[in-house]
């Protein structure tokens, strides 16, 4: 759980949407909620919709304005897919989420979400250095508020795990070796069973090879498939 | 709009995560809904939640069966958090949406959600190729349905925009339905010649639907491989 990131929801007039913007954060290690003038808060909805994250809501600050929601923030970013006639620097999810994995461990980032209805206004933009904008088909560019605030925990999740990713190993992988001689098996079984002639059938045994080099084979996997060609071989002596 | 990826909900138990979920699409312009025996729909729950995304719900297919909801498509991955006694290769929202970007575009991808409670089943899981994981804290992992598919568009379709190169097809690709059938001649091939025995070799089928299904399979690949099995039938009779 990072302390770093804040999410402040202003004027949300739906509290289920406060349920679920609680669970989306809480899924991508997010705590620290503030809501400014919430219509209803505490709700029976909202602790309906935030699941098992009902402790991000037991822990929510209420607060009146949006001033007060942001004091201790060194960084704050308004999410607002509105045009503004004065407008401020803009960066997507991603870009913000780079911004806040190189944060300096003593400062605290705030994004601030809007009323569903109308966002943000030109007022409340300019407590805000930065406005996020999260790409979206032109056709349809509203996302439900909670879809937002998961969009951008997850980028920011995804920055932070980037830092510390360790690479994971697969099950054990068959060799070239392993491999040309399941190759070679295959090939003595389909004369076998008159699949494969040499003269007539050029392309098959490359295209057979081709299908099965397409990704690594496990050990596991050339077993089975040998050991399917011996049980045939046996049926055909 | 893309028609290349299709969206299934896999018995979904509330009718508001539907139309959430079709929000969601919407927004990252993707319109191909498809639910599989969906608790209630439709439902006027579906419709509110879905905002202005009323469109996508009026067009969504309904079907019995996760078959039938793929059967047309090439490439076919189920999302889930479970983990499995036989793994399929995980892919990550991002690794998937970088395959989509470069998507032959003669091919349909369909990414499959299972039930809020439950996920997907394990015979399920068998339809699918591949299995999508959206990193979340170990703390909470429990995604909302449509938060995940908010996500998993949001990443196809910031890749899509991305990508430079219009994609191109390849050769003819085998649907769900060819594989399917394919695997269902392999396995009364195996038991033919004594090698599958449903009782002892529980894993043995879905082990080589996995390493069958890694990859797509081409018309001709599938009709090669149903090839050799005939010709198996042909000598053991």
Redesign the interface.
Known sequence: ?TQQLRIVLVNTSHPGNIG?AA??M????LAELVLVAPKSFPSAKASE?A???DDVLYHARVVDDLATAVADCQLVIGASARCREIALPTLAP?QLAAEFSTLPSNARLAIVFGRESTGLSNSELSHCQRQLV????P??????L??AV??VS?EC??AR?AKVAEPVASDELATAADVARFHTHLQRV?TR???YQPDTSKF?MP??QR?FN??Y?EV??VN??R??LT??E???K
Chains 1, 2 share one sequence.
């Open positions: 759980m679920a669970r989306a809480k899924t991508m290690g919709l699941a098992g994250a991603r999260i790409p979206s088909h056709s349809y560019q509203s996302l439900n909670a879809a998961q969009v997850y999740y995804l795990q389909l069973i008159n699949f098959l295209r057979l299908l397409r990704r084979l596991t996997e089975i498939l050991g399917i049980a045939v046996k049926q055909v």
